[in-house]
């Protein structure tokens, strides 16, 4: 696990993002990004209940995905109603994306939100970790 937390504080500091700060004795990230009036997202990976979260303005916004066999089936986001528009979503899916990656696993994109923005986007970091495109 050490080796782990030691692989994505490397890797999270030489990404485009240096906005992205990580706390190496927990699982929890914080995105200093201009999103919200809030600006700062704590985002939790709980691996046991298979999803990425965050907690904003009493509500909980979630990334849910299933695992097997190396690949993540990421099959659901959710953003409160209140908290749509603020880009919650995006931070949630960078930041299962970025789990994906640094795992060395594959992604499938069932939820059409994540798919849209990975087509969109098109980041060449993601590309090779998405099931079915290079395979």
């Not at 995105?31 to 509500?59: C, K, T, W």
């Not at 953003?79 to 603020?86: E, H, I, M, N, V």
């Not at 594959?106 to 079915?132: D, R």
């Amino acid at each position: 696990m050490y080796q782990i937390r030691q692989k994505l504080t490397s890797a999270f500091i030489s990404t485009l993002r240096p906005q992205l700060l990580i706390h190496p004795t927990t699982t929890t990230l914080t995105f200093n990004r201009n999103m919200s009036a809030s600006g700062s997202y704590n985002v939790v990976h709980d691996p046991a209940g298979q999803q990425f979260y965050l907690d904003i303005e009493g509500e909980r916004a979630k990334l849910e995905y299933t695992l097997k066999d190396g690949v993540y089936d990421l099959y659901h986001t959710f953003t409160p109603t209140s908290c749509r528009g603020k880009g919650i979503a995006k931070v949630l899916a960078y930041n299962a994306f970025d789990h994906v990656v640094l795992s060395g696993g594959k992604m499938k994109l069932t939820c059409s939100y994540l798919l849209h923005l990975h087509e969109k986007e098109q980041n060449p970091k993601y590309i090779p970790h998405v099931y079915g495109e290079s395979m």
